[in-house]
């Protein structure tokens, strides 16, 4: 299994950012039957849960981004995005996508995320 993550730059507050990740090395059915989920690691920090969604469309997403940001994903393509809106500088960091299905539990390299006040 491979995730690669893509979509990081940088901008000011306020603007918008659109991630995406793209798995590889498993069959359709298993990408279908994943969870597939965010997270992201501020320097100096734990990382932390951004977004996820499951399998049957639920989401979950950390309070600070709610309303600002949503995660989605395309299962022919493998592909699991985050848009995210009214960028704060407190988002800034490095955003790693993660997959789980049964015991599998792999995440991607990360992108980098940078939001200048």
């Known amino acids: 299994v491979q995730l690669q993550a893509s979509g990081g730059g940088s901008v000011q507050a306020g603007g918008s950012l659109k991630l995406s990740c793209r798995a590889s090395?498993?069959?359709?059915?298993?990408?279908?039957?994943?969870?597939m989920g965010w997270y992201r690691q501020a320097s100096g920090k734990q990382r932390e849960l951004v977004a996820i969604?499951?399998?049957?469309?639920?989401?979950h997403y950390q309070e600070s981004v709610k309303g600002r940001f949503t995660i989605s994903r395309d299962n022919t393509k493998r592909t699991t995005y985050l848009q995210m809106t009214s960028l704060e500088p407190e988002d800034t960091g490095v955003y790693y996508c993660?997959?789980?299905?049964?015991?599998?539990?792999?995440w991607g390299e990360g992108t980098q995320v940078t939001v200048s006040s």
């Open positions: 969604r499951t399998s049957s469309g639920n989401t």
């Open positions: 993660n997959f789980k299905y049964d015991s599998w539990d792999y």
């Open positions: 090395g498993m069959i359709l059915s298993t990408f279908t039957g994943s969870q």
